[in-house]
């Protein structure tokens, strides 16, 4: 489903598919992984209602703050090359 709304560029699909997911606590989970670069994991956090408990959460937003850090990092470094 995340391939499918990637490739649309749709916004109202990316809100009906985390609409979705909000029902299934494990879902919300699979697209925090699933979305990095296509769309703000905080925002979806932000949506996330109190009380919902997301199956290895803090452990996949440890991840993606470890791939963003990884991320800044290259560019910077490809930016300190190409000057």
């Not at 996330?48 to 290895?56: H, Y």
């Not at 963003?68 to 190409?82: A, F, M, V």
């Amino acid at each position: 489903a995340v391939e499918f709304v990637t490739e649309q560029h749709d916004d109202e699909l990316w809100d009906e598919l985390i609409r979705q997911c909000l029902q299934k606590p494990e879902m919300v989970g699979m697209l925090l992984e699933h979305t990095v670069g296509n769309l703000d994991p905080l925002y979806i956090v932000s949506l996330v209602p109190d009380g919902l408990e997301i199956p290895k959460l803090r452990d996949r937003l440890v991840k993606i703050v470890t791939d963003y850090r990884t991320e800044t990092s290259l560019r910077h470094g490809c930016n300190d090359i190409l000057k």
